[in-house]
């Protein structure tokens, strides 16, 4: 599945947080199989998710992200909608026990929608909060102050608005910790052995908008109480192989395609991991040449790698920033609508080019306007 972005003419680069940037290769898969899939006559929009074809892709695209996480046999693969919002709720719903909390670690805004929902389901509490520093860095260990007997203890690897990521895992002891990776999964090789559940929507580094993957412990499987709605059992997809309902089908074969490519053009989460700190030192050099003229959100340790979050010196330097961005077709690169500022999100999928580019107008756009 070679491919350059050169071969689409009328693409641009794309640095949107969401849904955003897929491989041109998956992109050029899609369109060739979208009218009609190899040897079926039927477009992948069209085959029933219980027909033996469907049922192959599924299970392939379970195997391939089995195979590229190294999950395993302890944990399952669960593919379900709602996004990652729907997920706020589900967890809670399925792993909060009798008599127990919930500790919630908040690092940006995402992780604050998490324990919004959360309250409503039973008690929370919070081990840290970001707020007074603005979410501009995560916690060190010592600072955050967990229950060892709380049910779970939930965090967002990656918080997309603020640009700070999780790049080591937090310690816990036994209680299972609940990760939001609806940003960065895929960026870097993952230890699932040391979490209880992962889950994330697949439109900002996985896939395209529709489907969920939940990685789940199967022990915790039985935590669920028969009572909620059906589909807010975890227990009843992970019986039905992610066929409860009907699934997203055509959203799970293209994440499936994602997985073929970060396999076969990337050479794994290694290589990803390697290739993603490239990039995004691209664009931090640049801030950090230019400190007087563009200030970085993150401090340094805290850092994302799929996000990368800053400010011009007004918002008449934003605009034009924004403009002259557009004319050499860097696209969405506003910041969120909460915070403003400048986001370029570098997911898996943005060419090294891409950023090089974009790197290289900042740097221009620095000395020009200084």
Not at 56 to 67: G, L, P, Q, Y
Not at 135 to 155: C, I, T, W
Request: overall charge negative.
């Amino acid at each position: 599945m070679n491919a350059s972005v050169s071969d689409a003419v009328q693409r641009v680069y794309n640095f949107s947080a969401g849904p955003a940037v897929l491989p041109l290769a998956v992109l050029q898969q899609v369109q060739r199989d979208l009218i009609a899939l190899p040897g079926v006559g039927s477009s992948i929009l069209e085959i029933s998710h219980r027909s033996p074809t469907f049922v192959d892709i599924a299970a392939e695209a379970k195997a391939r992200i089995t195979d590229l996480l190294s999950i395993p046999d302890t944990h399952d693969v669960l593919f379900l909608q709602g996004g990652s919002r729907l997920q706020f709720s589900m967890v809670p719903m399925n792993l909060l026990e009798e008599g127990k909390a919930a500790d919630y670690v908040l690092t940006g805004s995402w992780g604050k929608n998490a324990k919004k929902e959360a309250v409503k389901e039973g008690k929370v509490q919070i081990a840290w909060d970001g707020a007074d520093c603005s979410y501009n860095r995560l916690p060190k260990q010592s600072e955050l102050k967990l229950d060892p007997g709380a049910s779970f203890v939930h965090m967002t690897s990656n918080e997309t608005i603020e640009g700070v990521q999780f790049l080591d895992e937090i310690e816990t002891g036994d209680v299972p910790v609940v990760v939001d990776c609806s940003s960065d999964i895929f960026c870097r090789p993952l230890p699932v052995d040391k979490y209880g559940v992962i889950y994330a929507c697949a439109q900002k580094n996985a896939g395209p908008a529709g489907v969920t993957m939940v990685i789940i412990r199967k022990d915790l499987l039985a935590r669920g109480n028969a009572e909620l709605p059906g589909y807010l059992l975890y227990r009843n997809h992970a019986e039905a192989d992610s066929m409860w309902n009907t699934p997203p089908t055509f959203a799970i074969y293209v994440m499936g395609l994602v997985a073929k490519w970060l396999q076969e053009e990337i050479g794994g989460l290694a290589a990803m991991e390697k290739l993603n700190r490239e990039k995004s030192s691209l664009l931090y050099d640049v801030i950090d040449n230019n400190a007087e003229f563009y200030a970085g959100h993150a401090e340094q340790e805290s850092r994302s790698l799929m996000n990368v979050t800053f400010r011009l010196p007004n918002a008449d330097v934003e605009k034009k920033f924004f403009k002259s961005a557009e004319e050499l077709h860097l696209t969405n690169l506003k910041g969120h609508r909460s915070v403003g500022g400048v986001r370029a999100s570098v997911y898996n999928a943005m060419p090294i080019d891409g950023v090089r580019r974009l790197a290289d107008f900042m740097q221009q756009f620095a000395d020009e306007n200084k």
